[in-house]
């Protein structure tokens, strides 16, 4: 079975300038979450997804941050403008519904210069 | 309220057990994790408890769970040079949104 694809692995932008994430999530799952890890803490909820509908953003800042499930499968997080502070890890997770184990991806490191 | 904290850094021998701690505040938890990060990669979860179980044993894994302290260990049995990562534990509650909180992770280190 294949894992929680995620790309790109690596992004270095220049601040103010934007710039997308793509996750893909395990075939079926109906639930999908963006985490932000910055270095040296755990990943903290951004977004949860079920299927195409938002649960939880109350901790995405929306005044720059957006993401979007349109068809219930994939997804997208987007940044916009970025700021020195959005350097980080950025994961996406999938489970089969709310309240099952969640699988992580490899994740996106953004470094914002 | 929610916070879940951890040691930074536990330093073994190859061979040795490890031993993991953590403690959680929200009484209310209902399954505690424990993922695995390596460098440069996701996190890989190793084993999860109910929050009505005491124990649970995996192989070399064993969680012990302390409802009344809050506090969460896993103990990992002849430990290995592959051990060598930051381990996480994270609790949720089941509802329509599961969200795991994380603590800031403790870096395992084993000696050779």
């Known amino acids: 079975e294949a894992g929680v694809a995620q790309s790109p692995r690596y992004k270095i932008i220049e601040k103010r300038q934007s710039v997308a994430f793509w996750c893909n999530p395990i075939?079926?799952?109906?639930?999908l979450y963006w985490y932000q890890q910055i270095l040296g803490q755990g990943p903290k909820l951004l977004i949860q997804?079920?299927?195409?509908?938002?649960?939880?953003d109350s901790q995405l800042p929306k005044d720059r941050f957006s993401a979007e499930r349109l068809k219930g499968v994939d997804s997208t997080l987007k940044i916009q403008p970025a700021k020195l502070e959005d350097s980080a890890v950025y994961l996406c997770a999938s489970s089969l519904v709310s309240g099952n184990i969640q699988y992580f991806g490899a994740g996106t490191r953004l470094s914002v210069l | 309220g929610e916070d879940v904290e951890q040691s930074l850094f536990l330093s073994v021998r190859e061979g040795d057990s490890s031993v993991i701690n953590c403690t959680y505040t929200?009484?209310?938890?209902?399954?505690l994790y424990w993922y695995k990060q390596e460098p440069g990669a996701g996190l890989q979860l190793l084993t999860y408890?109910?929050?009505?179980?005491d124990m649970k044993q995996d192989q070399r894994l064993t969680v012990l769970l302390n409802k009344k302290d809050k506090h969460l260990s896993l103990r990992i049995a002849d430990t290995q040079t592959g051990d060598s990562a930051i381990y996480f534990c994270?609790?949720?509650?089941?509802?329509?949104?599961?969200?795991?909180?994380f603590g800031t992770g403790t870096l395992l280190a084993v000696q050779p």
């Open positions: 994270a609790e949720s509650k089941y509802g329509a949104t599961n969200k795991l909180i």
């Open positions: 997804f079920q299927n195409n509908g938002v649960v939880d």
């Open positions: 408890i109910f929050s009505n179980m």
């Open positions: 929200d009484s209310s938890s209902t399954y």
């Open positions: 075939s079926g799952h109906a639930t």
